[in-house]
């Protein structure tokens, strides 16, 4: 072979290597999803009355982002709407009332539920929502992994309580700007108003002050999920080489997904007082007891 043909060739692959590495997906460490935007689609709990808008994980596009969170979407049920009936075997679920009034078949129990109240259902119980009042039903849901987790004890009766009768707190190592009200944790927590979960670490509402903020840091082990239920300001979301974390425009209806180690946080605009319903989960193989907010 001359030498012409060779440098020929060696100019080809080395033109085809930054080509065919470019064609590779790199996965973001952050997703952004806007509730107002999302699509309807048809799932497991899907009937003529009951509308899934998957937001992360099930349903989505970017599903490999999201690893120990199974799903978290928004359901609305018509007036006098149902949901059908599921068990998930190896999957933790969480209900959140965002609107309207409702109930839940869990089990051979039904629970009512209110504006604001939230329900835990372990991964054992059949259960399916439906909304017996005359305006519409808006549910957050979400379920957990449990593959690999140990069972625990099924609860005598079923886990609810309303955002609203939990109080607010100040959490070590957060600024007093920013009050939590502890909703869930796991099964072994002393300090939230439910102690439930398996993958689930905590559940939680926080009150920023208007100016105030959850100054942005990381978790080493956990998915995070932020959404904005009022007032607006500036989500931290991931960041550069330079430490400075990236600054994104929050409003109501706004969700954020966060990788184990992105830069999570928020800084409520001047004036305004807002409201984020967080919840943070185990990554897969990373669970430590005894761990704290």
Not at 136 to 157: D, H
Not at 183 to 200: E, F, T, Y
Not at 218 to 225: C, G, L, V
Not at 264 to 275: F, L, Q
Request: glycine residues 10%.
């Amino acid at each position: 072979m001359d030498s012409v043909k060779r440098y020929s060739l060696t100019l080809i692959a080395l033109f085809a290597l930054p080509l065919h590495a470019g064609e590779r997906k790199i996965d973001p460490t952050f997703l952004y999803r806007d509730t107002s935007m999302a699509k309807e689609k048809k799932s497991d709990i899907t009937t003529a009355t009951c509308h899934y808008k998957p937001l992360f994980g099930q349903g989505d596009s970017d599903t490999s982002v999201v690893v120990g969170v199974a799903r978290y979407g928004e359901t609305v049920l018509d007036p006098n709407g149902e949901c059908a009936p599921v068990q998930y075997p190896e999957e933790d679920q969480v209900y959140v009332v965002l609107d309207g009034s409702g109930s839940v078949k869990y089990g051979n129990d039904t629970v009512s539920l209110q504006r604001e109240d939230y329900l835990y259902i372990p991964s054992t119980i059949p259960h399916a929502a439906s909304n017996p009042s005359s305006r519409p039903l808006t549910l957050l849901m979400m379920g957990f992994r449990t593959k690999g987790f140990e069972p625990t004890q099924l609860p005598p009766r079923p886990l609810h309580a309303n955002i609203e009768d939990v109080p607010t707190n100040l959490v070590r190592g957060h600024p007093s700007s920013a009050l939590f009200r502890l909703l869930m944790g796991d099964v072994d927590s002393k300090r939230d108003r439910i102690a439930a979960g398996r993958v689930l670490t905590s559940l939680f509402l926080m009150e920023i002050a208007p100016g105030g903020t959850n100054f942005p840091h990381h978790h080493e082990r956990e998915e995070e999920i932020y959404l904005v239920l009022s007032g607006h300001g500036v989500m931290a979301a991931g960041g550069g080489m330079d430490g400075i974390a990236g600054r994104h425009p929050a409003k109501p209806g706004d969700a954020y997904f966060f990788r184990l180690n992105c830069t999570v946080g928020y800084y409520s605009a001047p004036n305004v007082k807002s409201r984020i319903l967080a919840v943070r989960s185990w990554y897969p193989g990373m669970v430590v007891k005894g761990a704290e907010h």
